[in-house]
């Protein structure tokens, strides 16, 4: 009796030494979150920046792994509920993590620690992508109002014109040779007096021949 209490025993401690290996090989492992700041050029990453890690056993093309931005200059929340960048699979506790932004190294490595969450902040530069600046352009400055108003004017003529100076009044013509007068002035009265008194004259004697043709 006492012998097959025994044995009973041993067996159930054997079982329970092989059911453990099968609980560990069972229980899912947790995954490593990332989260941080990211710069592109010098510059914060646009919307839609891919950034993605690699490394032994590391799942790439699942979950959040890679992750794309939707905010500018950041990957993944800090907030508890938010998303993250994802790292699981067959991975060996303290493993090298590689990151990568848009396909390209950032050089940023990290170890994997299952179902911790890090913040890593992260820099690459793109060949051949310009640096995106989020400075205003320079201001314009616009020329002064443009004024209507003449300048005053001014009389007097510029240096070196020629424009001639008002002419003198001009004097009467000298009188002419010999010391005869023009008609209308007092030299010709003498001669106006004369054709005068011959139409008087004239008159008269017309005058009378017609009084004595008419007796």
Do not use: C, D
């Amino acid at each position: 009796m006492k012998m097959k209490m025994v044995a009973f025993i041993f067996l159930a401690v054997l079982l329970a030494l092989a059911a453990t290996p099968v609980y560990a090989q069972g229980t899912p492992v947790l995954p490593h979150a990332f989260y941080g700041t990211i710069e592109v050029n010098g510059s914060l990453a646009p919307v839609g920046t891919e950034v993605e890690v690699r490394g032994e056993g590391v799942q790439t093309g699942i979950g959040n792994n890679p992750i794309v931005t939707t905010f500018e200059g950041e990957y993944g929340s800090a907030e508890p509920l938010e998303p993250k960048l994802i790292v699981q699979g067959e991975i060996a506790e303290g493993a090298i993590l590689t990151f990568y932004v848009n396909g390209v190294s950032t050089g940023k490595t990290a170890e994997w620690h299952s179902g911790e969450v890090t913040e890593l902040n992260l820099t690459v530069t793109i060949e051949g992508s310009p640096p995106e600046t989020t400075e205003p352009p320079p201001e314009t400055v616009e020329p002064p109002p443009k004024t209507t108003e003449s300048p005053p004017e001014t009389t007097e003529p510029p240096p070196g014109s020629t424009e001639s100076t008002p002419e003198a009044p001009l004097l009467p013509p000298p009188p002419p040779p010999g010391g005869e007068s023009a008609p209308g002035e007092p030299g010709n009265w003498p001669v106006l007096w004369a054709v005068i008194g011959g139409v008087v004259v004239v008159g008269l004697i017309i005058f009378v021949v017609a009084r004595r043709k008419a007796y």
